[in-house]
């Protein structure tokens, strides 16, 4: 087992690595950038290094600081986390090359994988189903007219090389396929540096179903059964559920042993998920598969028992699965609703700012993965998730109500959240029904009341709280040393005693 571990990420998942790490009792390194100087992750690890300016390609980004800083501090390993440098290709191979162990995946499958032309090519000639498009990326407009035209519109115009709803462009009628490809590459080369693009047929009203996978390095793999993931805003994933009310166990076994396939076809190993768009037929095609830990992963841990994040840490020091397939079962719900600093009635305006007040959410069958602290500064730079709230019931139902009061009892005051839309999507008539589909927001959300005036409550409780600990300027002193625990619980006195201990 590894004696040390640096954690390449910041925030939730950083502090979900750590925690692994100290019931393995595996030292660990936290990185952070001078913006995240006194954050969560920071005070939890056992070590940290400054790895450069606060924008992500200064710092988390930044390759060669990472790795100097792994060895530096004399780590045997580096978990990247999910985001920033955790799919990419050549990250993976000199963390290797240094002498280090990359927690995931082995580079060659990554690079594959992490180009969905390639790795849709690869699908092809494996016999699983993908959505009927191109074989392969083209610069050539004329290209793109001419499938467009034989698979028939609307059709998706996809970035080979990124995730995330970057790069990506829904194309309904002819006059709009040349500019919408055009600013398809053009995103695409600014957000991954690569303006590789293709062409599929757009599946309507789909279900975003993805398949949780394990495989070690001996030739053993298997399923750790869906995730529904079809809440959505901006092709991007806010809400995610298993099981899925749209598979039933012939389904849900076909699908798992399909995605066992997938992995297989590109030798993959560790954890990683095989994502497919669900028809209303129940036809299933490949999307992509996730080389990484998913920001979902919780789900699957409540109603398997399995915890994924140490289980990527063994399966990379070299032990095989614990498990085979027949050992797993699926017990329960459960739902995970990301929190994020963003104004949903602001077209999800990320919101910066200071945490004046936390309450985390607390009870039986509730977990919450939490990347801030009362007082702590959200940052501009970066992805603006704080926390994920998850819950599990006996039944769907059951966590869904269970959600709700923990919804309710999360309290984050300083910046705009988006725990009250989170609120308006599970009580909507058709998310209790399990008619989740991709375009459930814009389809159903349209209508819901703006909150953004009303939080009456919200605002005078964060007025009163600046009131009450407003401190005067002549006092006030801006510091880089790290916050230490005592400054960080905030007001604390010595009572007097007379009582002597002896």
């Not at 739902?335 to 309450?359: H, Q, T, V």
Request: charged share 25%; with cysteine.
């Amino acid at each position: 087992m590894f004696r040390k571990i640096l954690i390449a990420n910041r925030s939730e998942i950083a502090c979900r690595v750590i925690r692994a790490c100290k019931e393995l009792d595996i030292k660990t390194v936290a990185v952070f950038s001078e913006a995240d100087r006194n954050s969560l992750h920071v005070l939890m690890a056992d070590e940290s290094v400054c790895i450069g300016p606060s924008p992500a390609l200064q710092s988390y980004l930044n390759i060669d600081a990472i790795i100097n800083a792994a060895l530096e501090t004399k780590c045997d390993a580096i978990h990247p986390g999910y985001g920033f440098l955790s799919e990419k290709y050549d990250f993976n191979k000199k963390v290797n090359e240094a002498g280090l162990v990359f927690i995931g995946s082995k580079p060659e499958p990554m690079k594959l994988l992490g180009s969905k032309v390639e790795s849709r090519k690869t699908m092809i000639e494996a016999g699983i189903p993908v959505i009927p498009g191109m074989k392969g990326s083209s610069k050539n407009i004329d290209d793109y007219v001419k499938l467009a035209e034989e698979i028939g519109y609307p059709v998706l115009i996809k970035a080979s090389d990124g995730g995330g709803g970057k790069g990506m462009r829904v194309v309904h009628n002819p006059e709009d396929l040349k500019p919408s490809v055009e600013s398809a590459m053009r995103e695409s080369q600014s957000a991954f540096g690569s303006d590789i693009v293709f062409l599929e047929k757009y599946i309507e009203s789909p279900r975003h179903v993805e398949i949780q996978i394990a495989a070690d390095n001996y030739g053993n793999a298997v399923y750790l059964f869906e995730r529904e993931c079809s809440i959505q805003r901006r092709h991007q994933k806010i809400i995610e559920e298993t099981p899925s009310v749209a598979l039933n166990p012939e389904l849900r076994k076909k699908m798992g042993e399909t995605a066992v396939k997938v992995i297989k076809a590109a030798n993959y190993n560790n954890l990683g998920t095989v994502e497919f768009l669900l028809d209303k037929k129940n036809n299933f095609y490949f999307l992509e598969v996730n080389t990484r830990i998913q920001v979902e992963h919780p789900v699957t841990e409540m109603t398997t028992g399995v915890d994924l994040v140490k289980l990527q840490i063994k399966i990379a020091a070299g032990e095989e699965l614990p498990f085979r397939q027949d050992d797993l079962r699926q017990n329960g719900h459960s739902i995970e609703c990301r929190i994020y600093a963003e104004d949903a009635d602001n077209n999800f305006m990320p919101s910066a700012g200071k945490i004046l007040f936390l309450k985390e959410p607390v009870g039986p069958g509730i977990r919450y993965d939490c990347g801030i602290y009362e007082g702590f500064e959200v940052p501009i730079y970066y992805d603006p998730i704080l926390a994920k709230l998850i819950v599990w019931g006996k039944n769907r139902e059951e966590a869904r109500k269970r959600m709700i009061l923990a919804l309710k009892d999360n309290v984050i005051l300083g910046v705009q959240t988006s725990i009250r839309f989170m609120l308006d999507v599970l009580e909507h008539p058709e998310f209790i029904a399990g008619n989740t589909f991709t375009n459930f927001i814009d389809i159903n959300m349209k209508d819901r009341i703006n909150h953004s005036t009303n939080d009456l409550d919200s605002i005078l409780a964060v007025g009163a709280y600046s009131v009450f600990n407003e401190k005067p300027q002549n006092v006030s002193k801006v510091t880089n040393e790290m916050p230490t625990p005592w400054q960080t619980i905030g007001k604390w006195e010595i009572a007097n005693s007379s009582k002597r201990i002896s």
